[in-house]
């Protein structure tokens, strides 16, 4: 299994363009969500889906769209880019969980960093 | 909203033992987590401990919470320079699908 595998690993834009980050994972998790991490501020939840044709939002989700056509993928969208997007961005994908809360082991891809000017 | 907290860096020598704190404030929390992001890569689950546990031992790491202080530890045995990353501790509370909520990571650098 390649586990969950994220494209590209670097990216450059300037500001006003869009772009999307593509996120993949072959292990048939159900759950898939987007982070951003910033020196000093840990990993902040962009977006989530629990399934394929479900998405939400998370903490930080302005700036950002997503979709989940297939279980397999879920790709990042930035409309269009602002420096305050310069980031590095972890995709990660879990097996469902029971309600009430449950042990949730979350596989991280090796992340995007991405500038924009 | 929910807060989780760590200090940010850690500096140890090789064959010292490294604790690293964490503070949540989430009394729903039911999981609490360790990954470990070494550089350059992705998170990596180190450990976890179920919320009616108090200690935790897996090889040279050993897991102590203390709930009514909503206050986790990691801490690692004879400290190697394999040991050097950045330390996530993390919180899921009762939401259905075991959202996590980060901490803002401990830097622990080892040195000879």
């Known amino acids: 299994n390649a586990g969950v595998t994220q494209t590209p690993k670097f990216q450059v834009l300037k500001t006003g363009q869009s772009m999307t980050l593509q996120c993949a994972q072959d292990?048939?998790?159900?759950?898939m969500s987007w982070y951003r991490q910033d020196p000093g501020m840990g990993l902040r939840l962009i977006h989530y889906?629990?399934?394929?044709?479900?998405?939400d939002q998370g903490e930080v989700p302005n700036g950002y769209n997503v979709s989940r056509s297939t279980t397999e993928d879920f790709p990042l969208r930035l409309l269009s880019a602002a420096p305050s997007q310069t980031s590095v961005y972890f995709c990660a994908s879990s097996y469902s969980v029971t309600s009430g809360g449950s042990y949730n082991e979350q596989f991280f891809g090796p992340g995007t960093r991405l500038t924009v000017l | 909203g929910e807060d989780v907290e760590q200090s940010l860096f850690l500096s140890v020598r090789e064959g010292d033992s490294s604790v690293i704190n964490c503070t949540y404030t989430d009394s729903s929390s039911t999981y609490l987590y360790w990954y470990k992001q070494e550089p350059g890569a992705g998170l990596q689950l180190l450990t976890y401990i179920f919320s009616n546990m108090d200690m935790k031992q897996d090889q040279r790491l050993t897991v102590l919470l203390n709930k009514k202080d909503k206050h986790l530890s990691l801490r690692i045995a004879d400290t190697q320079t394999g040991d050097s990353a950045i330390y996530f501790c993390a919180e899921s509370g009762a939401d259905s699908w075991g959202k996590l909520q980060f901490g803002a990571g401990t830097q622990v650098v080892v040195t000879p």
């Open positions: 292990m048939n998790h159900e759950y």
């Open positions: 889906s629990v399934g394929a044709g479900i998405t």
